[in-house]
T-cell receptor, first 112, second 114 residues
Framework: AQSVSQHNHHVILSEAASLELGCNYSYGGTVNLFWYVQYPGQHLQLLLKYFSGDPLVKGIKGFEAEFIKSKFSFNLRKPSVQWSDTAEYFCAVNGAYEKLTFGTGTRLTIIP | NAGVTQTPKFQVLKTGQSMTLQCAQDMNHEYMSWYRQDPGMGLRLIHYSVGAGITDQGEVPNGYNVSRSTTEDFPLRLLLAAPSQTSVYFC?????????????FGPGTRLTVL
């Protein structure tokens, strides 16, 4: 069975700091990886996804993620965060013919 | 194009009551699903459907029923509400459950069971 781990439960950063949120998964085969974001009071929306090709994926709002197969990781990065990035971030994975499995989420708080 | 809509936005129930959470999408998506979101547990799949007339259980199906009579609608029924079902419920849809397909989420229903 597939699983996803997000080890950072709550991250607090100042504006302009760099961000990296960890995501590790376990699955024996080919996987598709996603990062979703949930802004306060809003529904989840897709930030970026990887399912093949270049392991460095660029998403909306300046976010990017790198798929490192040898480490079973798909960490989310942003070089300079803004106050508006305050949100909860979810990593998700689905293997071939598997349902989407979400991590427990990381709450990001940006201090102006 | 409204996307995925859910009603109600908030609901308070007493233990033992029943209710239906409504979900509709206007994107002609075949795949629809229900999740519950609890603090520290992320989103967990309750039930899903790969098309009208076809439903299946997810990770936490107990206490919930679904049906899919049309492509557009995918209601979630709580038969005998329990405090453990206090949660935020999200409906999502996708063109396919296959790899790489983005799921579109509704705004959620916040349910409290007393």
């Amino acid at each position: 069975a597939q699983s996803v781990s997000q080890h950072n439960h709550h991250v607090i950063l100042s504006e302009a700091a760099s961000l990296e949120l960890g995501c590790n998964y376990s699955y024996g085969g080919t996987v598709n990886l996603f990062w979703y974001v949930q802004y306060p009071g809003q529904h989840l929306q897709l930030l970026l996804k990887y399912f093949s090709g270049d392991p460095l994926v660029k998403g909306i709002k300046g976010f990017e993620a790198e798929f490192i197969k040898s480490k079973f990781s798909f960490n989310l990065r942003k070089p300079s965060v803004q106050w508006s990035d305050t949100a909860e971030y979810f990593c998700a994975v689905n293997g071939a013919y598997e349902k989407l499995t979400f991590g427990t989420g990381t709450r990001l708080t940006i201090i102006p | 194009n409204a996307g995925v809509t859910q009603t109600p936005k908030f609901q308070v129930l007493k233990t033992g009551q029943s209710m239906t959470l409504q979900c509709a999408q206007d994107m002609n998506h075949e795949y629809m699903s229900w999740y519950r979101q609890d603090p520290g547990m992320g989103l967990r799949l309750i039930h899903y459907s790969v098309g009208a007339g076809i439903t299946d259980q997810g990770e936490v199906p107990n206490g919930y029923n679904v049906s899919r009579s049309t492509t557009e609608d995918f209601p979630l029924r709580l038969l005998l509400a329990a405090p453990s079902q206090t949660s935020v419920y999200f409906c999502a849809s996708s063109t396919d459950r296959g790899p790489g397909h983005e799921q579109f989420f509704g705004p959620g229903t916040r349910l409290t069971v007393l």
